[in-house]
C-alpha cells in the first residue's frame, strides 16, 4: 500500500478572497476564523475576503492568512489518515499544526511574528530574489559563489528540476542573474518580494523568531514532519524547533524533500490551501505519483479521502 503525503503551500498562494467560501458555508470555518482575528487582535478575514491586493500582499498579513486558510480546511476536513506531511518555507508551520506538534493558535501567532521580522528584516537590509530557470543545482551554486564577490547570493529554493530561486544583496543577487543568463539558463527573473528571504540578510529576522520560538510550547508530531532545512523527516520537538530556527536563512529543499518522501513510500500527495503551486512542482518532479488540491469549499466534498 502507498502512503498518503499533506503539503501546505507557502507565500505566493495568497488572493483576494481567500478561505471566504469556507467562512460562508461553514459555522467550524467562521468560528476558526473569528478565533484567528481576535488571537491576532487584528481583522485579517477582512483583508483575506476583500484585500486590497497591496495589503493581502504584505509579508505580515501575506503569512498568516495562507496558515489560516489551510488551517480551517484541516479541521473541515475532520480526522482522515495521512502518513507524512511537509509544507514550503511557511508552510512547514501548518505542516507541524497537522502532525500535532503545535497548537494552531500558537503556530498563528508564530507565523505573524515571522512575517513581521521578515518585513522588518528587509527594511534594515535590502535584498532581492531572483528566479533561474534550465539550470542545474550545482551549477547555480557555483554562479552564486562567484557573485559572491559583488554582495551577499545564495539559492533559497530547490523548487523542482531546472527550477531554484536565488536570494541575498541586490548587487549580489544582479551579477548572478548576469551569470546565469550568459551561460546557459533559459529564464532569469527578478521577483518583487520586500526581503532576501532565505539567505543571511534575514538573520535579524532568525533572531527575533527565536525569542518566540523559545517562549512556544512544541510537542514531539505523531507523523513526520519533513524539514525545508534538510529535506528529511522530524518528530523530535527539539529538533523540529532547531529546524525552524534554521530556516529563515537556509534554502527551502522542496525538491529533494518530495524525493524523499516517494523513497519514504508516498504514492500520493493532497496540497491543503489556497492556489496550486506546490501540485505544479510535485509534478515536475515526478510526474508518476497522484496529487490533487483541496482550495475550496466545493473541494472538500471531492476529495478522495
Not at 272 to 289: A, E, H, T
Request: charged letters at 25%; glycine letters at 8%.
Amino acid at each position: 500500500m502507498g502512503k498518503r503525503a499533506l503539503l501546505f503551500p507557502g507565500q505566493g498562494a495568497q488572493y483576494v478572497g481567500m478561505a471566504k467560501d469556507l467562512y460562508a458555508n461553514s459555522e467550524l470555518a467562521s468560528k476558526l476564523i473569528r478565533e484567528a482575528d481576535e488571537a491576532l487582535s487584528a481583522s485579517l478575514s477582512e483583508i483575506m475576503f476583500d484585500g486590497p491586493v497591496e495589503e493581502l500582499k504584505k509579508t505580515n498579513n501575506t503569512q498568516p492568512a495562507i496558515y489560516l486558510h489551510s488551517v480551517v480546511l484541516m479541521n473541515l476536513l475532520g480526522e482522515f489518515d495521512f502518513d507524512m506531511t511537509a509544507g514550503h518555507s511557511l508552510g512547514e508551520y501548518t505542516a507541524l499544526a497537522a502532525a500535532g506538534s503545535l497548537d494552531w493558535l500558537d503556530a498563528l501567532k508564530l507565523v505573524r511574528e515571522r512575517g513581521e521580522a521578515m518585513l522588518q528584516a528587509g527594511i534594515e537590509r535590502e535584498g532581492t530574489m531572483a528566479a533561474v530557470i534550465g539550470l542545474p543545482p550545482e551549477t547555480v551554486e557555483k554562479y552564486c559563489e562567484e557573485a559572491s564577490s559583488a554582495g551577499i547570493v545564495q539559492p533559497a529554493n530547490f523548487n523542482s528540476p531546472g527550477q531554484i530561486v536565488i536570494s541575498g544583496s541586490v548587487a549580489g543577487v544582479k551579477k548572478a542573474m548576469e551569470l546565469c543568463k550568459e551561460n546557459g539558463a533559459k529564464i532569469v527573473k527578478e521577483l518583487v518580494v520586500s526581503g532576501a528571504f532565505h539567505s543571511p540578510l534575514m538573520a535579524s529576522a532568525g533572531e527575533r523568531l527565536n525569542k518566540k520560538l523559545n517562549e512556544t510550547k512544541f510537542n514531539n508530531a505523531a507523523k513526520p514532519v519533513y524539514a525545508n532545512v534538510t529535506a528529511k523527516p522530524e518528530t523530535e520537538k527539539d529538533r523540529i524547533k532547531i529546524m525552524l530556527s534554521k530556516q529563515l536563512t537556509s534554502p527551502v529543499r522542496w525538491e529533494e524533500t518530495i524525493r524523499n518522501m516517494i523513497s519514504d513510500g508516498a504514492d500520493e500527495f493532497i496540497e491543503i490551501g489556497p492556489g496550486k503551486v506546490l501540485q505544479g512542482l510535485v509534478k515536475r518532479i515526478d510526474s508518476n505519483v497522484k496529487f490533487y488540491g483541496i482550495d475550496k469549499f466545493e473541494d472538500l466534498e471531492k476529495a478522495e479521502l
